[in-house]
């Protein structure tokens, strides 16, 4: 069953999101050779606690952490460690927060110092996927219509689309109806309607689409070991329109960029 939320259930699901927003902002400060994921995993848990709310993933199917950290080959689920990241890294970095109730859930890929331009090539039409897709999701359209934009856009500059991992209706729990794949055919699946929220999330890989995963039970990586991007945002159908819940403004202010790519999705 998917979980129609009232606005004023929007507008909670916004705090949370924006707590997680917020958390990539530090972590984005802090990213540089050197550091370890283990430190920014602790930094994001007592930012986290500070705002009132508790880290959405820790303890959640027993995961570990308060963030999932995947470096380079690695797509999602990576534990932080005492590896310090370095120069030429990227690392995906996954937030979750739950607070009066409801869950935030977003995810943004991060230079670590200068990376090879196919790297931020990939970074790029990932990041950009996302918008494409979250511009399917509307009243009326289909599940199969954000999927198919993200595939289409990503296999086209001959990445490869996760099949394994998709990404889902939010709310009071993590991971609520529909699933939400990053691929599809237009027209088929759930019709989207007002108040629906979900986590849009490309899990795109530079090379082939297909996984491994590593004996920890959780890290997720690509079987050929070339690099994987992640971005997820939080996304609110009103009006009929998507409305982005999520911001990596904070994200943008730390790392000095300027982009207008979420004002389509704001009200
Ligand atoms: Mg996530
Ligand atoms: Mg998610």
């Not at 994001?44 to 820790?58: H, K, S, T, V």
């Not at 209706?169 to 991971?175: D, Q, S, T």
Request: hydrophobic share 35%; charged share 25%.
């Amino acid at each position: 069953m998917i979980n129609i939320k009232t606005p004023e259930e929007i507008e909670l699901m916004r705090e949370s999101a924006l707590i997680v927003s917020r958390t990539l902002g530090i972590i984005a400060s802090e990213i540089k050779p050197g550091v370890t994921t283990l430190f920014l995993d602790k930094l994001a848990e007592e930012f986290i606690r500070d705002q009132g709310a508790e880290p959405g993933f820790l303890g959640l199917y027993d995961f570990p952490n308060t963030l999932c950290m995947s470096p380079n080959s690695q797509i999602v689920h990576g534990i932080p460690n005492d590896t310090p990241l370095k120069e030429g890294d990227i690392i995906s970095v996954d937030c979750g927060a739950l607070k009066n109730g409801f869950y935030g859930d977003h995810a943004y890929t991060f230079e670590v110092g200068e990376i090879a331009e196919e790297t931020k090539k990939l970074l790029q039409i990932t990041k950009e996927s996302l918008y494409i897709g979250i511009r399917e999701f509307r009243a009326g359209n289909r599940v199969g219509d954000v999927g198919y934009a993200i595939q289409n856009y990503t296999e086209n500059h001959g990445y490869g689309v996760v099949r394994e991992l998709v990404g889902h209706g939010l709310g009071k729990v993590m991971h609520e109806e529909p699933e939400m794949p990053n691929y599809g055919r237009r027209g088929r699946g759930k019709k989207f309607k007002e108040g629906m929220v979900v986590a849009i999330e490309p899990m795109i890989n530079m090379g082939t689409q297909r996984i491994n995963q590593l004996k920890d039970g959780w890290t997720i990586l690509t079987a050929d070991g070339k690099p994987s991007a992640h971005f997820e945002h939080d996304i609110a159908i009103v009006k009929g329109k998507p409305e982005l819940l999520s911001t990596f403004q904070y994200i943008y202010d730390a790392l000095g960029i300027v982009s207008n790519e979420e004002e389509e999705f704001r009200r």
